[in-house]
């Protein structure tokens, strides 16, 4: 049994409100899900991000000073199924750049599946795949001789607040030598109506996503929940400018949860807070990034302007 998901859902069921953490979306199940969201029509944060790296590349490589110059090590944090950083491997491989790719995440299951793929459609790419937190292969790096270049794709510091997304960043930076670049993927402000629908698709695959966390706790965790009785619930305004998303519970009921022992009492309309995925502008990027020792170097939006990636330089 994973005890650090026991302890987290036992705090945060017993919290009010109460919470459960994005990051028990992803297992096997979770991960398809996410693979499957991605390419939903309202889920334009892949296309947006998927264009910079398919129609901008060139911009990239110059940005982050990808020369033959000092062979480097490109290191993706949260790498998933890579397919929008392929593009950029692929155009590395042309140009005959040294560099070695490190994905790193939290799944094995995503890291194999992207591994295969790669061995298949880059058989010359040096590739090592790191399974683990962020941080703990970041130091095991740091005392390499040779230059990093660290991706964070996705927007997903925006499943950050922002003073744990400015401690994120203190934290990357201070694993970073001078010289390494840091890209991070921001999804920018925008209208409701087109953020919305992001989290909220006609196909209802973000909310099996969603409930995904209580079948989880159901499977691993001897618990009872009726995913039949909790219902998705997003949430966003422009001037807040973070999408949130929540379990509703939709009756008075009771849930017994086998590992803990424990029952949990849900009223009729109680949420449990299960995400948030932040949205950005220049001035918001700016206030995360001062005193971290990184400087912005550029920014490289999408055709539409709905997606930025931001080039950090560690001085």
């Known amino acids: 049994m994973n005890e650090q998901f026991k302890n987290d859902v036992l705090d945060g069921l017993s919290a009010n409100p109460k919470f459960l953490s994005s990051k028990y979306f992803y297992d096997k199940i979770g991960d398809d899900l996410f693979v499957q969201i991605m390419n939903l029509p309202e889920y334009y944060l892949t296309n947006a991000e998927m264009d910079i790296f398919s129609n901008k590349t060139d911009e990239l490589i110059a940005a982050l000073n990808c020369t033959n110059d000092r062979p480097f090590d ?3 944090l949260g790498a998933g199924d890579g397919s929008k950083t392929i593009k ?3 155009r590395l491989v042309d ?3 040294n560099f070695s790719y490190q994905p790193v995440d939290i799944s094995q299951n995503a890291l194999d599946g992207l591994e295969s793929r790669l061995k298949t459609e880059l058989p010359n790419l040096e590739v090592e795949t790191q399974q683990g937190e962020y941080f703990e292969v970041l130091s095991s790096l740091k005392n390499t001789n040779r230059r990093k270049v660290v991706l964070f794709l996705g927007s997903n510091i925006g499943n950050m607040l922002d003073p744990i997304a400015k401690k994120f960043i203190d934290e990357l930076s201070s694993n970073l030598n001078g010289g390494d670049h840091l890209l991070i993927g921001i999804d920018l402000i925008k209208a409701v109506d087109i953020v919305l629908p992001a989290y909220n698709d006609s196909k ?5 996503f969603n409930l995904n966390v209580l079948r989880r706790i159901n499977s691993e965790l001897g618990g009872d929940f009726d995913l039949e009785k909790f219902a998705h619930s997003p949430y966003y305004t422009e001037e807040e400018g973070i999408a949130k998303s929540y379990l509703k519970s939709t009756c008075n009921q009771e849930v017994f949860i086998a590992a803990l022992d424990k ?5 009729e309309g109680e949420t449990i807070h299960t995400e948030i995925s932040r949205k950005y502008n220049d001035k918001i990027m700016q206030s995360l990034i001062q005193d971290s020792g990184l400087q ?3 920014k490289i939006m999408d055709n539409k302007e709905y997606f930025a990636d931001y080039i950090l330089c560690k001085s």
């Open 204 to 208: 209802g695959i973000t909310a099996a």
């Open 95 to 97: 140009r005959k750049i």
């Open 263 to 267: 029952t949990f009492h849900f009223e």
């Open 74 to 76: 490109i290191v993706e």
């Open 88 to 90: 950029l491997l692929e």
């Open 296 to 298: 912005m170097c550029n």
